[in-house]
């Protein structure tokens, strides 16, 4: 069977530039892939106007993946056996503490939203399925970088551009990483208030078999001075934990 070149030729560049979390300029993607720069222009040229790619400007172009190839990949992911293992426990789950709950996996620096799971009575949340949040400031991103290898969680945290969204946010990498301690001792992270004033959240990660991080679940509420979010913690915890044994996860050795 004959392939197209020029197909090919993009499949590879998309594939290269996933696996640069600092991004890939276009004299890399010519030398690592020994094209012509015109071919390769052409086709990032394309792919960022497609929105596959993003372009950072400077002395010099960088690229990094762009928020349609995460779709797409969510679109995959959606249809993959463990979604079908755990959207069953989730979605009780939601119906049982009356609050959404997300599963989110990471992509570069942030986290993107895989699946929601909502109560009779949901309250009104921004994430949608397939949006993606940065990761310094939700539950979900915080207990991704405390559970990532050092080397990886150097890379995102490396990404990372601190904005505030509340005067709760996070700001600097310092306090980043002091949080990060905070959530390994305890098992689950806060967002309290620091993407929206009015909503608090707490999240958990899940475990692939091998031990590492696979993604994480959250619980969304409203935010209420008298709710018990250690407990919300705790609870999360442990449903995340429950979730990582079906998938695999027999615990640290």
Request: hydrophobic letters at 35%; aromatic letters at 8%; one cysteine or more.
């Amino acid at each position: 069977m004959k392939l197209n070149r020029t197909t090919q030729r993009t499949v590879e560049i998309l594939k290269l530039i996933s696996r640069s979390p600092e991004g890939a300029t276009l004299d890399d993607l010519c030398e690592k892939l020994d094209l012509p720069k015109t071919s390769a222009y052409d086709i990032v040229t394309t792919l960022a106007e497609m929105g596959m790619i993003n372009v950072k400007r400077g002395q010099k172009q960088n690229y990094t993946i762009g928020l349609m190839s995460y779709r797409i990949g969510v679109n995959y992911t959606n249809n993959l056996n463990f979604i079908g293992t755990i959207e069953p426990i989730l979605k009780a789950f939601a119906k049982e503490v009356g609050k959404t709950i997300f599963f989110g996996v990471p992509s570069d620096h942030h986290v993107v939203y895989i699946c929601k799971f909502e109560p009779e009575n949901p309250i009104i949340t921004t994430a949608t399925v397939g949006s993606r949040n940065p990761m310094y400031c939700t539950s979900l991103g915080k207990v991704i970088l405390a559970y990532s290898d050092e080397e990886k969680r150097e890379q995102m945290i490396g990404r990372i551009k601190f904005t505030p969204f509340t005067e709760r946010t996070i700001k600097d990498r310092d306090q980043l990483l002091q949080e990060l301690e905070e959530v390994k001792e305890r098992g689950y992270a806060f967002d309290a208030r620091e993407m929206e004033e009015h909503m608090q959240c707490v999240g958990a990660p899940i475990f692939d078999r091998g031990g590492n991080v696979l993604g994480a679940i959250s619980m969304s509420t409203l935010y209420k001075p008298a709710e018990d979010y250690v407990a919300l913690g705790n609870m999360i915890s442990e449903k995340a934990m429950e979730v990582s044994r079906l998938l695999g996860y027999l615990g640290k050795i």
